[in-house]
């Protein structure tokens, strides 16, 4: 671990201040990826400035009937929720899908969202990696790459995004609050909040260096309710995603109205399908429409030799996902 | 004295299913593990290790190291003292995991392979230069996979001393005899790495001389003979401490570079030095069970009754050791009566760390590959699997016609069918359902040999009444301490609050290395004779004195029970009496056991068992889901039934996992070990484990020992990857060859 400096903020604007002025520095916050990556020796920040004191826990309702949930809102808390629970279930069912109990309990809203990838030459530093860094070349393109991505990839990186609940925020349309260097916020929804990988795999968010997540905002739609997460994996608990799903159904009459898909465990960055959407907008809830959505979510896809099984197992999982949320007694 | 003479009154605790006599310090942390050991001036070691996996280290550039504040030197090959061979010379003893010292050269065999070692005052401090040195190499394309090392291909004669090929009778002949059912597959089972959940880890301090080391091991004896051997002592200068260990399943059996490392840094350093394998490490340097290509022929008359079995087995090593993985020799060579059987084992040498034991070495892969095919044998015959297998009961054993000292599979079979509701099963693949879900059930035999091996022990029996008794002998977590304490009580007629058992300490009699699931049996038998030694230590202390109510009596009328010596006619003289008579503080009595005796030799010494496993899996998102399971198991006498049910559950969780999960990745460009963490190396959780039913049948086994018993810690992983594979095959139809049977694998 590279020495450090660490010093503890005592309101956003002097944790973003603190960031800014330094292009070492670092938020912590729950700290499982960051100290985790530091150790590896694959990060590097020469300050720390914590943010665990600031006031950015709280979990409240919005005008409009949505809900805000502070940065600093462990995932154990969010997901424990009563409201959480009744009225986006499928985030609930994210965040208790993903780590375990003792991590759940340190990890952050916000922190959660800039989660890094798993891949591990990433996390190998004496691999070439593109993102760990750039121009280094990718070791995974052709190494072990059973659990890289299908889907956001490019010629540069195959890493995939690793976490849960960002794929149910990004399902639900969770717009992403911030705090910039010159006191402005600014407000960003989460499918524009992660960037293509494109030439620079290093690069993931829109956020600017020192930018600081206040808080995400969630919808106030009552149908939302209709939502499920489901999570195929190699073993039961405590593993990250091999192919995920997040979705949320507005049925009618057999009919779907609206629909949100968003896939995890398989895509550089929660992955919302707009394709796998449009399928099953007007369709009729049953089988065909589920394959329909999940043949359209997968088309893009563009697998290597290790993970090409997860083409099959993402659609399967998705179809699956959709039959359970439109098999639900929603009050 | 025999098992019979002991049956009437060794039973007050031997038996019992009590606590663990370590439990508390365990739980509440006062156990305290080899790294936890901090002896004053302690400096930490960092182990670095090449990036490459063959080739040479060209030069080591430690400048920017050695400038970070802490920093005490930096070995490498260039400036450390050189080792003693560690393979041959005196004291005889241990065994090296890899055969070549630490730092003995520039040459690199394998990726992982230490080739510097750091010392800081803190571990931060050793971590952080260890990360700033600069290493330049000259590679050579490494040879990493089994298909690609053919050329390196043997057939070893021996394998740690005693035969691994085996033959008899004309197999080849048999199965080309027309008209036979045949089954011909390939079995193969990937790389799997121990991963125990404590760190190996040793803590060296140097007074002149004499070397004392804290070690995480499996054989305190063995190590302090391979230090001796390494620094060119005598063994009477190296103490090894090893109270506890956190689990080894064979990786801490043997002794790997990083003991040798601690010593050396700590001799460099002139200071005690304390160096942690790391998680990664974990995956390079205390070995792995090596990846296995087994390829079986069975054939069977209609009747099932096998005319031909041939197992020829695979395995790979690495260039620093010539470790096998025997597979067929303790499976398919003696599990069925057969006259016509091939049990070739090939090896083949990659760039690759050292291989190493791992819990039921050989049997463990080898009964997944005979058991799998005996199922599909039984699919080919249309014959249930357990009909198949009783009518191919080897009533004694086949490889080398001795009989068995105590089989009892047959009531493994039995009982297992009934606890489990066996006769319910639709032989049809496919034709079981939990509602949408697939359901299937798969069974396997279970086999591990009976081990017993020279042990010692001493008891010294104080004035307050109460004994102490030691060997050095090992914990692994398994339940030793409390199943020795029971047997230490028992055998001096003491209860057992009243006996104190130590291990883990070379200082204390000598004992074999806790592996092969000998320690039951070798180190109880020792205790056994020393309280012998002691009873008649005691019988002519009582005699001595004329006033004493023994006085006069014959030894072999006397008996060690309730606390006193007695006679069948006199209640006796308590011990702690017995023991002021003798006008010492104490009164001590060692015992030493051979290896082997005359009515050892003449017979087959196994454990044998039955497992019984149900799946369930989704057809279309298909992970397998071990629901219920149910093993029988015959080890003889059970010291205690808790800590051996215990043994069961483990080694079935264990053979869940190598079904389901286990799969240690090399880059195939690199040999690096690419999933080298246990976030992308599972093993079960709790999640992933239904129900296990687990019991015993079988009486004392009368040959082993004295007590009748034999080690339960690797019996309970063998077969268990078969039944589980054998179940997948009975829910889906897809036989599935090639472990782990991952979701991917059945889509």
């Given at each position: 671990m590279?020495?450090?400096?660490?010093?503890?903020?005592?309101?956003?604007?002097?944790a973003v201040?603190?960031?800014?002025?330094d292009?070492?520095?670092a938020?912590?916050?729950?700290?499982t990826?960051?100290?985790d990556l530091?150790?590896?020796?694959?990060v590097?920040?020469?300050?720390?400035v914590?943010?665990?004191?600031?006031d950015l826990t709280?979990?409240?309702?919005l005008?409009?009937?949505?809900?805000?949930?502070?940065?600093?809102v462990?995932?154990s808390?969010l997901?424990?929720?009563?409201?959480?629970?009744?009225r986006?279930p499928?985030?609930?069912?994210?965040?208790?899908?993903g780590a375990?109990?003792?991590?759940?309990?340190m990890a952050?809203?916000?922190?959660?969202l800039l989660?890094?990838?798993?891949c591990?030459?990433f996390?190998?530093v004496?691999?070439?990696c593109?993102?760990r860094?750039?121009g280094?070349?990718?070791?995974?393109?052709d190494?072990?790459?059973?659990?890289h991505?299908?889907?956001?990839t490019?010629?540069?990186c195959?890493a995939?995004?690793?976490?849960?609940?960002p794929?149910?925020l990004?399902?639900l349309g969770g717009?992403?609050r911030?705090?910039r260097?010159?006191?402005?916020?600014?407000?960003?929804?989460l499918s524009?909040?992660?960037?293509s990988?494109?030439d620079?795999?290093?690069?993931?968010?829109?956020?600017?260096?020192g930018e600081l997540?206040?808080?995400?905002?969630?919808?106030g739609?009552?149908w939302?309710a209709?939502?499920h997460?489901?999570?195929?994996?190699?073993r039961?608990?405590?593993e990250?995603a091999?192919?995920?799903?997040a979705v949320?159904?507005?049925?009618?009459?057999?009919?779907?109205?609206?629909?949100?898909?968003?896939?995890?465990?398989?895509a550089?960055?929660?992955?919302?399908?707009a394709?796998?959407?449009k399928?099953?907008?007007?369709?009729t809830?049953?089988?065909a429409a589920?394959k329909a959505?999940?043949?359209?979510?997968?088309?893009?896809a563009?697998?290597r030799?290790h993970?090409?099984?997860?083409v099959?197992?993402a659609k399967?999982?998705?179809?699956r996902?959709?039959?359970?949320a439109?098999?639900?007694?929603?009050? | 004295?025999?098992?019979?003479?002991?049956?009437?009154?060794?039973?007050a605790?031997?038996?019992?299913p009590?606590?663990r006599v370590?439990g508390?310090?365990?739980?509440?942390?006062?156990?305290k593990?080899?790294?936890?050991f901090r002896?004053?001036r302690?400096?930490?070691?960092?182990?670095?290790q090449?990036?490459?996996a063959?080739g040479?280290?060209?030069?080591?550039?430690?400048?920017?190291?050695?400038?970070v504040p802490?920093?005490i030197?930096?070995l490498?090959?260039?400036?450390a003292?050189?080792?003693k061979?560690?393979?041959?010379?005196?004291p005889?003893g241990?065994?090296a995991?890899?055969?070549?010292p630490?730092f003995?050269?520039?040459?690199?065999?394998?990726a992982?392979?230490?080739i510097a070692?750091v010392?800081a005052?803190?571990?931060?401090q050793a971590?952080?230069?260890a990360?700033l040195l600069?290493?330049?190499?000259?590679?050579?394309?490494?040879?990493?996979?089994i298909?690609?090392?053919g050329a390196s291909?043997?057939?070893?004669?021996?394998n740690m001393?005693?035969?691994v090929?085996?033959?008899?009778?004309d197999?080849?002949?048999?199965l080309?005899?027309?008209?036979?059912?045949?089954?011909?597959?390939?079995?193969t089972t990937?790389?799997?790495?121990h991963n125990p959940m404590?760190l190996?880890?040793?803590?060296a301090?140097?007074?002149g001389?004499?070397?004392?080391?804290?070690?995480?091991?499996?054989?305190?004896?063995?190590t302090?003979?391979t230090l001796?051997?390494?620094?060119?002592?005598?063994?009477?200068n190296?103490r090894?401490v090893?109270p506890y260990?956190?689990?080894?399943?064979?990786?801490?059996g043997?002794?790997?570079p990083?003991?040798?490392?601690a010593?050396?840094?700590?001799k460099?350093?002139g200071r005690?030095v304390?160096?942690v394998v790391?998680?990664?490490?974990?995956f390079?340097?205390?070995?792995?069970?090596?990846p296995?290509?087994?390829?079986?022929?069975?054939?069977?008359g209609p009747d099932?009754k096998?005319?031909?079995?041939?197992?020829e087995?695979?395995?790979?090593?690495s260039?620093?050791?010539?470790?096998?993985?025997?597979?067929?020799k303790?499976t398919?060579?003696?599990?069925?009566a057969c006259?016509n059987?091939?049990?070739?084992?090939?090896l083949v040498?990659?760039?690759?760390?050292?291989?190493?034991f791992m819990r039921?070495?050989?049997?463990?892969?080898?009964t997944?590959a005979?058991?799998?095919?005996?199922d599909?044998?039984?699919?080919?015959?249309?014959?249930?699997?357990v009909?198949?297998?009783?009518r191919?009961?080897?009533?004694?054993?086949p490889?080398?016609?001795k009989p068995?000292?105590?089989?009892?599979l047959?009531?493994?079979?039995?009982?297992g069918?009934?606890?489990?509701?066996w006769?319910?099963?639709?032989a049809?693949?496919r034709s079981m359902?939990?509602g949408?879900?697939?359901?299937g059930?798969g069974?396997?035999?279970?086999?591990?040999p009976?081990?017993?091996?020279?042990?010692?022990?001493i008891i010294r029996?104080?004035?307050?009444g109460r004994?102490?008794v030691?060997?050095?002998?090992q914990?692994?977590?398994?339940?030793?301490?409390?199943?020795?304490?029971?047997v230490?009580?028992?055998?001096?007629g003491?209860?057992?609050?009243r006996?104190t058992?130590?291990?883990?300490?070379s200082?204390?009699p000598?004992a074999?290395v806790s592996g092969?699931s000998?320690?039951t049996?070798?180190?109880s038998?020792a205790?056994?004779?020393?309280?012998a030694k002691?009873?008649?230590?005691?019988g002519?202390?009582?005699?001595?004195?004329p006033?004493?109510?023994?006085s006069?009596a014959?030894?072999?009328d006397?008996?060690?029970?309730n606390?006193?010596?007695?006679?069948?006619?006199n209640a006796g003289?308590a011990l702690?009496?017995?023991?002021?008579m003798s006008?010492e503080?104490?009164v001590e009595?060692q015992?030493m056991?051979?290896?082997e005796?005359e009515?050892?030799?003449?017979?087959?010494?196994?454990?044998?068992?039955?497992?019984?496993?149900?799946?369930?899996i989704?057809?279309?998102?298909p992970?397998?889901?071990?629901?219920?399971w149910?093993?029988?198991?015959?080890?003889?006498?059970v010291?205690n039934p808790?800590?051996s049910?215990?043994q069961?559950?483990?080694?079935v969780?264990?053979g869940?996992?190598?079904?389901?999960?286990e799969h240690t990745?090399?880059d195939r460009?690199?040999?690096?070990p690419?999933?080298?963490?246990?976030?992308d190396y599972?093993?079960?959780?709790n999640?992933?484990i239904?129900?296990?039913?687990?019991s015993?049948?079988?009486?004392?086994?009368?040959?082993?020992?004295?007590?009748g018993?034999?080690g339960?810690?690797?019996?309970?992983i063998?077969?268990?990857?078969?039944?589980?594979?054998?179940a997948?095959y009975h829910?889906?139809g897809?036989?599935?060859?090639?472990?782990?049977i991952t979701?991917?694998?059945?889509l």
């Open positions: 590279t020495p450090f400096t660490y010093s503890r903020a005592s309101s956003p604007k002097e201040a603190a960031v800014s002025r292009p070492r520095a938020f912590l916050g729950g700290g990826t960051i100290v530091m150790q590896l020796e694959v590097h920040p020469g300050r720390l914590d943010i665990n004191t600031l709280r979990i409240e309702p005008k409009g009937g949505g809900i805000r949930v502070g940065a600093l462990r995932n808390d997901a424990k929720d009563p409201v959480i629970r009744r986006y499928v985030l609930s069912e994210a965040i208790l899908a375990s109990a003792q991590i759940r309990n952050t809203t916000g922190g959660n989660q890094r990838t798993r591990q030459y996390r190998d004496h691999s070439p593109n993102k860094e750039p280094s070349g990718c070791a995974a393109l190494g072990y790459n059973r659990i991505a299908l889907l956001g490019s010629d540069k195959i995939t995004f690793p976490g849960d609940m794929v149910a990004a399902a717009v992403v911030t705090r260097e010159d006191g402005t916020e600014r407000q960003i929804p524009d909040f992660y960037v990988y494109g620079d795999p290093a690069r993931e968010t829109v956020l600017a260096h997540i206040t808080a995400v905002d969630l919808p739609d009552g939302l209709r939502s997460y489901l999570k195929m994996r190699d039961a608990s405590y990250f091999l192919a995920s799903a949320a159904l507005d049925v009618a009459g057999g009919t779907i109205r609206q629909a949100r898909v968003a896939l995890g465990g398989i550089t960055k929660p992955w919302r399908s394709e796998a959407e399928a099953l907008m007007g369709a809830a049953g089988e589920w959505a999940a043949e359209a979510a997968l088309s893009g563009r697998p030799q993970n090409a099984f997860k099959e197992l399967r999982t998705l179809a996902a959709l039959a359970t439109a098999a639900l007694s929603v009050a | 004295m025999t098992a019979a003479a002991l049956d009437g009154r060794m039973t605790a031997v038996g019992q009590i606590d370590d508390r310090a365990k739980v509440t942390g006062a156990a593990y080899a790294a936890e002896p004053n302690l400096a930490q070691a960092i182990a670095v090449s990036t490459i063959r040479s280290v060209v030069s080591i550039d430690t400048a920017a190291a050695s400038r802490g920093v030197t930096v490498t090959s260039a400036n003292p050189k080792l061979s560690l393979k041959e010379g005196a005889s241990g065994h995991g890899e055969d070549l630490p003995s050269g520039e040459e690199i065999h394998f992982g392979q230490y070692l010392i005052e803190k571990v931060h971590r952080r230069a990360a600069k290493v330049n190499y000259r590679e050579e394309k490494p040879v990493l996979e298909e690609d090392a291909a043997t057939y070893p004669k021996k001393g005693r035969d090929q085996h033959s008899r009778g197999a080849a002949a048999a080309a005899v027309p008209g036979v059912a045949k089954v011909e597959q390939t079995y990937p790389v799997e790495t404590e190996s880890a040793t803590v301090e140097w007074r001389e004499r070397l004392t080391v804290w070690d995480a091991t499996q054989a305190v004896i063995g302090r003979a001796a051997r390494a620094f060119g002592v005598p063994k009477e190296v090894v090893c260990v956190g689990g080894g399943f064979g990786c801490k043997s002794q790997w990083h003991t040798f490392l010593a050396m840094g700590a460099a350093a005690p304390r160096l790391s998680r990664a490490q974990m390079t340097s205390v070995g792995h069970r090596p296995t290509v087994q390829k079986l022929a069975l054939a069977a099932g096998l005319t031909a079995i041939r197992h087995s695979t395995s790979s090593t260039p620093v050791t010539d470790y096998i993985e025997p597979c067929g303790s398919s060579a003696m599990l069925y006259a059987a091939d049990i070739p084992q090939r040498r990659v760039n690759v760390a050292a291989p190493t039921a070495p050989g049997e463990s892969p080898g997944f005979i058991e799998c095919a005996m599909e044998l039984a699919v080919a015959l249309q014959m249930d699997p009909e198949l297998r009783l191919n009961h080897a009533d004694t054993n490889s080398d016609g068995w000292s105590s089989k009892r047959k009531e493994c079979y039995a009982l069918v009934e606890r489990f509701g006769q319910r099963r639709t049809e693949p359902r939990d949408s879900l697939l359901v059930w069974m396997a035999t279970a086999v591990y009976g081990n017993r091996w020279p042990a010692s022990a029996l104080t004035r307050d004994a102490l030691r060997a050095a002998t914990d692994l977590g398994t339940g030793a301490y409390t199943i020795f304490t029971q230490s009580a028992d055998a001096l003491l209860p057992v609050e006996v058992f130590e291990l883990g300490d200082d204390f000598e074999p092969g000998n320690s049996a070798s180190v038998e205790i056994v004779q020393a309280a002691m009873k008649t230590k005691l002519s202390i009582a005699a001595k004195d006033r004493s109510p023994l006069g014959r030894p072999e006397l008996s060690l029970s606390g006193r010596l007695s006679s069948a006619s003289v702690e009496e017995l023991v002021r006008g503080e104490a009595a015992a056991v051979a290896l005796d009515k050892t030799k003449k017979y087959a010494i196994h454990s044998f068992g039955a497992h019984f496993c149900e799946v369930k989704d057809p279309l998102l992970r397998v889901q071990t629901t219920r149910v093993s029988v198991m015959n080890i003889g006498r010291l808790k800590t049910r215990s069961v559950l483990g080694g969780t264990m869940i996992g190598m079904a389901l999960m990745v090399y460009r690199t040999g690096r690419v999933n080298d963490n246990l976030a599972p093993v079960p959780v999640a992933d239904g129900s296990i039913d687990v015993f049948v079988g009486e004392p086994d009368p040959v082993i020992n004295t007590l018993c034999r339960v810690g690797e019996i309970g063998t077969g268990a990857a078969a039944a589980v594979a054998n997948v829910a889906t897809r036989r599935i060859r090639d472990l782990p979701p991917d694998k059945l």
